[in-house]
């Protein structure tokens, strides 16, 4: 009775703060425009932030909240802005999935990730702009030791079908983080019910080879290369934190593992999303940007989620910074991580899961965030590295 009354506590509250967040003077501290907000003494944290943006010009953001009073099922909680986002309203809460992203197809709303309460892949679709979502459908059931891990990775629409890169996770070996996972690509006809899982081709899976360093092979990107071929760019836990994974389709079904390795990349020991732009004709990212310049003694890349850079690459293996877009350097209670972004005109949209101060104690530590924030980059081709944090660049 007590867990059901703290659940209970714990969604009201998101209801309040999710429709007042942006408006109050209590958060005007974060950067951005706050969606969500929840105290610290609650025991529950907000993750996996996801953005689209409808046809109309509305944006439609997903998250997620984690912690013991909402184990083991979890949920995913969205927000709708008819404004550009400058304001945001509630609209649904979604039972039993996590680590989710969405996506549009023909102004159908769908939130592909992982079931809570049994770790099978999970969909869900709504298709009144997130208001009313249908029940879940179950794509993968998770087989013997191994289950489904994901995040509100890119999704990639081309030859008129949808890709989505996704990760089996096996136990840890060792008690190496995410040391078996297996990346793979899947797929479906954007003219199929996607809510069906024969709908969906999952390509062969791949783990990292043991010549790379590093544990983890997870957060996969799909991401369409130059050649016309579908990549999965994967996130690697290593020092210093500029080496993702990669590998190549050969078919949609099959991976080309004369391509498995990996590739220079910034920032890759946090989750990142890579997105090609035909207007410059390049690939460009929001990163997490490890920089030596405020690296405490010890602290691994992946724990520095308080500098969030601006990259773009010519060809998918060369990255440079092209702004620093936020930062601070309070590696341990600040954040701005699992950013989910999207091109909207010259513009770049993006919402953050955002650990921060506040006036409730502000956030727990980097990782366990406090506030799901919206933010503008405005004409981004010509973004520049503000006076202020041009030092980090050094």
Same mark, same amino acid.
């Given at each position: 009775?007590?867990?059901?009354?703290?659940?209970?506590?714990?969604?009201?509250?998101?209801?309040?703060?999710?429709?007042?967040?942006?408006?109050?003077?209590?958060?005007?501290?974060?950067?951005?425009?706050?969606?969500?907000?929840?105290?610290?003494?609650?025991?529950?944290?907000?993750?996996?932030?996801?953005?689209?943006?409808?046809?109309?010009?509305?944006?439609?953001?997903?998250?997620?909240?984690?912690?013991?009073?909402?184990?083991?099922?979890?949920?995913?909680?969205?927000?709708?802005?008819?404004?550009?986002?400058?304001?945001?309203?509630?609209?649904?809460?979604?039972?039993?999935?996590?680590?989710?992203?969405?996506?549009?197809?023909?102004?159908?709303?769908?939130?592909?990730?992982?079931?809570?309460?049994?770790?099978?892949?999970?969909?869900?679709?709504?298709?009144?702009?997130?208001?009313?979502?249908?029940?879940?459908?179950?794509?993968?059931?998770?087989?013997?030791?191994?289950?489904?891990?994901?995040?509100?990775?890119?999704?990639?629409?081309?030859?008129?079908?949808?890709?989505?890169?996704?990760?089996?996770?096996?136990?840890?070996?060792?008690?190496?983080?995410?040391?078996?996972?297996?990346?793979?690509?899947?797929?479906?006809?954007?003219?199929?019910?996607?809510?069906?899982?024969?709908?969906?081709?999952?390509?062969?899976?791949?783990?990292?080879?043991?010549?790379?360093?590093?544990?983890?092979?997870?957060?996969?990107?799909?991401?369409? @290369?130059?050649?016309?071929?579908?990549?999965?760019?994967?996130?690697?836990?290593?020092?210093? @934190?500029?080496?993702?994974?990669?590998?190549?389709?050969?078919?949609?079904?099959?991976?080309?593992?004369?391509?498995?390795?990996?590739?220079?990349?910034?920032?890759?020991?946090?989750?990142?999303?890579?997105?090609?732009?035909?207007?410059?004709?390049?690939?460009?990212?929001?990163?997490?940007?490890?920089?030596?310049?405020?690296?405490?003694?010890?602290?691994?890349?992946?724990?520095?989620?308080?500098?969030?850079?601006?990259?773009?690459?010519?060809?998918?293996?060369?990255?440079?910074?092209?702004?620093?877009?936020?930062?601070?350097?309070?590696?341990?209670?600040?954040?701005?991580?699992?950013?989910?972004?999207?091109?909207?005109?010259?513009?770049?949209?993006?919402?953050?899961?955002?650990?921060?101060?506040?006036?409730?104690?502000?956030?727990?530590?980097?990782?366990?965030?406090?506030?799901?924030?919206?933010?503008?980059?405005?004409?981004?081709?010509?973004?520049?590295?503000?006076?202020?944090?041009?030092?980090?660049?050094?």
């Amino acid at each position: 009775m007590y867990v059901m009354k703290r659940v209970t506590f714990v969604i009201f509250l998101f209801c309040v703060l999710g429709t007042n967040a942006q408006s109050s003077a209590a958060y005007d501290k974060v950067p951005g425009t706050p969606i969500v907000h929840v105290s610290k003494g609650l025991g529950v944290f907000v993750g996996t932030p996801s953005i689209a943006i409808m046809s109309n010009g509305d944006y439609v953001v997903a998250h997620d909240i984690y912690g013991e009073p909402v184990r083991p099922k979890r949920m995913t909680r969205v927000y709708l802005s008819k404004d550009r986002g400058a304001t945001w309203e509630f609209q649904a809460q979604i039972e039993d999935i996590h680590w989710a992203g969405l996506f549009v197809v023909r102004d159908t709303v769908y939130l592909l990730g992982r079931q809570g309460s049994t770790y099978n892949m999970a969909i869900t679709r709504s298709c009144d702009s997130g208001k009313t979502w249908e029940d879940l459908s179950i794509l993968k059931k998770k087989t013997g030791k191994y289950t489904y891990h994901g995040s509100s990775t890119p999704v990639v629409f081309h030859n008129g079908r949808v890709y989505k890169g996704y990760d089996r996770h096996f136990p840890d070996k060792q008690d190496q983080w995410m040391s078996d996972n297996y990346s793979f690509i899947m797929s479906a006809s954007i003219d199929d019910n996607l809510m069906e899982s024969k709908s969906w081709l999952f390509s062969s899976a791949v783990k990292k080879p043991e010549s790379i360093e590093g544990s983890g092979w997870l957060e996969t990107n799909a991401v369409l @290369g130059k050649d016309g071929a579908i990549k999965g760019i994967t996130r690697i836990a290593r020092a210093p @934190g500029f080496s993702a994974g990669y590998y190549s389709l050969d078919t949609d079904s099959t991976i080309d593992l004369s391509s498995v390795g990996q590739i220079d990349f910034i920032g890759s020991a946090t989750k990142f999303n890579i997105l090609w732009d035909p207007q410059t004709k390049k690939y460009w990212s929001l990163v997490n940007y490890p920089t030596p310049v405020v690296k405490p003694p010890g602290k691994a890349p992946g724990g520095m989620r308080s500098i969030l850079a601006l990259t773009s690459s010519d060809n998918l293996k060369e990255w440079k910074i092209k702004s620093i877009i936020l930062a601070t350097e309070d590696v341990h209670y600040h954040g701005f991580q699992y950013v989910d972004w999207q091109f909207d005109g010259a513009d770049i949209v993006f919402v953050s899961r955002t650990a921060y101060d506040d006036d409730t104690g502000g956030s727990f530590n980097y990782h366990d965030a406090n506030y799901i924030t919206f933010h503008r980059i405005d004409d981004y081709k010509n973004a520049e590295t503000p006076k202020k944090f041009k030092y980090l660049l050094h």
